[in-house]
């Protein structure tokens, strides 16, 4: 089954206890990114990736690194998270090929920091 | 950043009737595309619409973009419990730098 797989679903940590987000594709898909949710802004990008080996930022990349050494995976690491940085993340992938694709999302990670 | 805008921000209907949204944008854009989100969920895509179309469909779905207004509208015609959810538009502006730009969604709740 075609999927974006985010781990974990859910996690509260502590402010400054760097954490990594987990994500993985299984459709062979060049474009990958990270989004967050919150109430009344609706989704803002986060970083994104064009192929392996390239990232850039997206509209609010602060506190946050990623990295792209394989095809299929896509982490958001947190090095010092801190409570602004609670909030709803979405990993997404589609095809590099042309004009944007339907992007595929996982399910979410629910991110709390105390 | 945002460029678009759904409206409206909420919808409330009986079940059976038809649900029209609608999103808004700036810029010139390669193409639209509308995506549904259950509440806590991630966001599953119903349908892309280039900028040359001007209408499309997909079971119970019409989407229509109106590249003069800046616009496009999604309907759900016999509308289910099951189609309550957050509806999001995303414009793909041309000669963005590969980001898709993102409305801040229309809550629809469909009443039994």
């Known amino acids: 089954e075609a999927q974006v797989t985010q781990n974990p679903r859910y996690l509260i940590t502590v402010t400054g206890k760097k954490l990594t987000v987990t994500c993985s594709q299984n459709?062979?898909?060049?474009?990958m990114s990270w989004y967050r949710q919150d109430p009344g802004l609706g989704l803002r990008q986060i970083y994104y990736s064009m192929n392996v080996e390239v990232t850039d930022k997206g509209d609010v990349p602060e506190g946050y690194k990623v990295s792209r050494k394989e095809k299929r995976n896509f982490p958001l690491i947190l090095e010092s998270p801190s409570p602004n940085q609670t909030s709803l993340y979405f990993c997404?992938?589609?095809?590099?090929?042309?004009?944007?694709?339907?992007?595929?999302f996982g399910d979410g990670t629910r991110l709390s920091i105390l | 950043s945002q460029q678009g805008e759904e409206d409206p921000q909420a919808l409330s209907i009986q079940e059976g009737e038809n649900a029209t949204m609608n999103c808004s944008y700036k810029t010139s854009i390669n193409n639209l595309q509308w995506y549904r989100q259950n509440s806590g969920r991630g966001l599953v895509h119903l349908i892309l619409?280039?900028?040359n179309e001007r209408e499309k469909h997909s079971g119970r779905l019409r989407v229509t973009l109106d590249t003069s207004k800046k616009s496009s509208s999604l309907l759900i015609t016999a509308s289910r419990a099951a189609d309550t959810a957050s509806y999001f538009c995303?414009?793909?502006?041309?000669?963005?730098?590969?980001?898709?730009?993102w409305g801040a969604g229309t809550k629809l709740i469909i009443k039994p």
């Open positions: 995303a414009t793909d502006p041309k000669g963005s730098n590969y980001q898709l730009i």
């Open positions: 459709m062979n898909h060049e474009y």
């Open positions: 997404a992938s589609s095809s590099g090929q042309g004009f944007f694709q339907p992007q595929h």
């Open positions: 619409i280039r900028s």
